[in-house]
């Protein structure tokens, strides 16, 4: 079974950087290699936002941003601890909100159970 | 960037039917768009319930469906139950940008 948990996240001072960080388990080595892994973030009481996805390295590891948030935010991978990672910079109130790793491959299968990054 | 539009809120009684859609400002969505809807319960994170448009995973119910209709995507639930309540997000791709809905609550009253 996909797992996936978030670190990272917590009180920060506005115009600070922070990185969020993605185990993933329950992949093997080949299987997450191969996934486009992403983030999802939710403000207090608010929707779902897509924040950003990077691809397999296989298809490039290229990453794509909303347009909110591009500039800001930045994905990397580390497939040999089967990681990925969103860093977001020049943190902003309305950066508030809960962060979701989740694997959009396999029809979105697996979602990590979010960390709150307060402001 | 495109913005894609949800009822804000249904209601439905216990054993009926409701259909909650989701539409495109870009035009009738398709499934070029790759149509998700996700199912989210209060303090915890979002489960995927139908994935490119009618494929439900292993821990859908199969009250649940997906298709689209009248230039909207749609979740079809037959049978509601009380465990239903909850929020329900959907999503469409445009080329690699996903971009989700604003939610429904639905009540199971």
């Known amino acids: 079974e996909v797992q996936l948990v978030e670190s990272g996240g917590g009180l920060v001072e506005p115009g600070t950087s922070l990185t969020l960080s993605c185990a993933a388990s329950?992949?093997?080595?080949?299987?997450?290699?191969?996934?486009?892994m992403a983030w999802v973030r939710q403000a207090p009481g608010k929707g779902l936002e897509w924040v950003g996805r990077?691809?397999?390295?296989?298809?490039?590891?290229?990453?794509d941003y909303s347009t909110p948030v591009k500039g800001k935010f930045s994905i990397w991978r580390d497939d040999s601890k089967t990681r990925h990672y969103l860093q977001i910079n020049n943190l902003r109130t309305d950066d508030t909100a809960i962060y979701f790793c989740?694997?959009?491959?396999?029809?979105?299968?697996?979602w990590g159970q979010g960390i709150l990054v307060s402001v | 960037q495109a913005v894609v539009t949800q009822e804000p809120s249904l209601t439905v009684s216990p054993g009926g039917t409701v259909t909650l859609t989701c539409g495109s400002s870009?035009?009738?969505?398709?499934?070029?768009?790759?149509p998700y809807w996700f199912q989210q319960k209060p303090g915890q994170a979002p489960t995927t319930l139908i994935f490119?448009?009618?494929n439900r995973h292993s821990w859908t119910p199969a009250r649940f469906s997906g298709s689209l209709f009248g230039g909207n995507f749609a979740l079809h639930l037959s049978g509601a139950q009380p465990e239903d309540e909850a929020d329900y997000y959907c999503?469409?791709?445009?080329?690699?940008?996903?971009?989700f809905g604003g939610g429904t609550k639905l009540t199971v009253l």
């Open positions: 999503m469409l791709s445009y080329s690699e940008i996903r971009v």
């Open positions: 870009t035009g009738p969505v398709t499934s070029g768009h790759y």
């Open positions: 490119d448009t009618n």
């Open positions: 329950g992949f093997s080595l080949k299987d997450f290699k191969a996934a486009w």
């Open positions: 990077i691809k397999s390295k296989s298809d490039g590891a290229t990453t």
């Open positions: 989740v694997t959009e491959q396999w029809g979105w299968r697996g």
